[in-house]
């Protein structure tokens, strides 16, 4: 495509060709359909605007030295979103049938796959709401799922570059037994002004801590969290964080590497003793933490003085894109290859 500088792409929305939708009516799933529109025209009443019925997911195409495209870990994310759906009471959406719809646009919007050499991706966006007309609070009883694409370069301004977190206590994500662990639209919500906040700060992301003793480290607004000590990947296990993909498959590849994985729960204090740390994510990938700034404290944690990343966050991060864009073999049979 003319017009278009792939290695130079922000973390936003361009319009492509074709999304893929779905809908749930009378009880059941019907078939897939290609649109060409990005609108999509639903009742005032439909309890996604009102009562917050709305999940979504996010994962990647990756296209090869190779030419082929390759998306990482879709049944992953199909399946975590049929959890958050269970969360929130709406109809679940099949896993053969995410992961066909997700084939399907890919597919369709080819053109737009960034090349290799760009070091971008084709983010892929999954929805789900309820479209069906309430006024009390009660669930749907018609949902929507569609699923967009538009190529994507770092959630995270200079990408692979160390960044500065902060800590604010007077912000939660989500609540101790909330729906921290599903990924719908309220904890995003719920985190915007903190996340304004931080930004206007100079800071990349807010670091939250668990919302009931603000003792443990709980994961950052778009992304988990870990520490490196020595030869240890440390990473927080709660109740109130979203179970990423990403973070999973970090670990794996850690162990891999004859890392010594810890996931359990992380006291604050314990910032002072890590030698790395980095969020990670789909968008985010692998982003370094320069400084985590604690402003209720005032006390700085610092991990990168020089604005390089870690050895070990580096060593991740070649690992898992070499991964995804098929410079390495795929042992753990993560990436789908889209015919
Ligand atoms: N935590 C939150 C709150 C997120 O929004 C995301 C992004 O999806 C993640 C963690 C990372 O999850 P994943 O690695 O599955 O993308
Ligand atoms: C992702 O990593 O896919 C996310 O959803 C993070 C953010 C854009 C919400």
């Known amino acids: 495509m003319e017009n278009v500088n792939w290695s130079d792409l922000s973390f936003g929305y361009m319009k492509t060709d074709y999304n893929v939708r779905c809908y749930f009516r009378d009880g059941k799933w019907g078939e897939l359909e290609v649109s060409s529109s990005d609108i999509i025209n639903i009742h005032m009443a439909a309890t996604c605007l009102h009562y917050g019925q709305e999940a979504f997911e996010g994962l990647k195409a990756f296209r090869g030295k190779d030419g082929k495209t390759r998306v990482f870990r879709m049944d992953e994310n199909a399946k975590r979103m049929q959890a958050s759906s269970r969360g929130i009471m709406m109809a679940e959406f099949p896993v053969e049938k995410f992961e066909e719809a997700v084939r399907k646009v890919v597919k369709l919007n080819e053109r737009f796959i960034p090349p290799y050499e760009s070091g971008s991706s084709l983010y892929i966006r999954p929805l789900l709401i309820g479209i069906g007309a309430q006024v009390g609070v009660k669930p749907a009883d018609e949902y929507l799922f569609l699923v967009f694409v538009t190529p ?6 200079g990408g692979f570059k160390p960044a500065p977190v902060c800590i604010m206590r007077d912000y939660d994500r989500a609540a101790p037994h909330g729906t921290g662990t599903i990924k719908v639209g309220g904890n995003y919500a719920a985190s915007m002004v903190a996340g304004e906040k931080a930004h206007k700060g100079g800071y990349a992301a807010v670091l939250y801590l668990d919302p009931r003793e603000k003792k443990y ?66 968008a985010a990938v692998i982003a370094p933490i320069s400084r985590i700034d604690d402003l209720d404290e005032n006390k700085s944690y610092v991990y990168s003085k020089d604005g390089k990343p870690g050895q070990v966050c580096e060593r991740l991060y070649n690992k898992l894109r070499g991964i995804q864009y098929g410079d390495e073999p795929d042992v753990h049979n993560w990436v789908s290859i889209i015919e």
């Open 217 to 282: 480290i709980d994961e950052c607004g778009p992304a988990n969290f870990f520490g490196i000590r020595g030869n240890n990947y440390i990473t927080p296990a709660s109740h109130s964080i979203l179970p990423s993909i990403t973070n999973k498959s970090l670990i794996q590849l850690a162990q891999d590497m004859g890392l010594t994985v810890e996931r359990r729960p992380v006291p604050i204090e314990e910032l002072a003793t890590f030698d790395e740390a980095a969020e990670c994510g789909t």
């Open 152 to 157: 994507v370069g770092p959630y995270f301004k």
